[in-house]
């Protein structure tokens, strides 16, 4: 745990994301390379959505098991990924008729 020193030393974007960002995770948002920004991102915030508004709340017991799982969210991150290539080729594709 880091002390009133250390936490003092911190950017505001690490004090935010420590706030955030569950005990599992305790590295520096802002070391973080931008790939993985642009990478996982989508993956971690989807499955933050179903963990904040669970449809059922059944829904909220599997969402936090779901949302600290590297895996899971590599998986999330991949199913986001297709949806957005899908899209843009069905755009590209309607454009040309």
Do not use: C, H
């Not at 505001?12 to 996982?40: E, G, H, K, N």
């Amino acid at each position: 745990m880091a002390t009133n020193n250390q936490a003092s030393r911190k950017k505001l974007v690490d004090r935010l994301a420590d706030a955030a960002t569950p005990a599992t995770d305790d590295s520096d948002v802002s070391r973080r390379p931008i790939l993985w920004w642009l990478f996982f991102m989508p993956g971690k915030v989807i499955l933050w959505i179903q963990y904040m508004f669970p449809e059922r709340i059944v829904g909220v017991f599997g969402s936090s098991r779901r949302r600290n799982v590297p895996l899971i969210q590599l998986l999330y991150t991949i199913q986001f990924y297709i949806a957005v290539a899908v899209v843009i080729a069905l755009f590209i594709l309607a454009m040309q008729k």
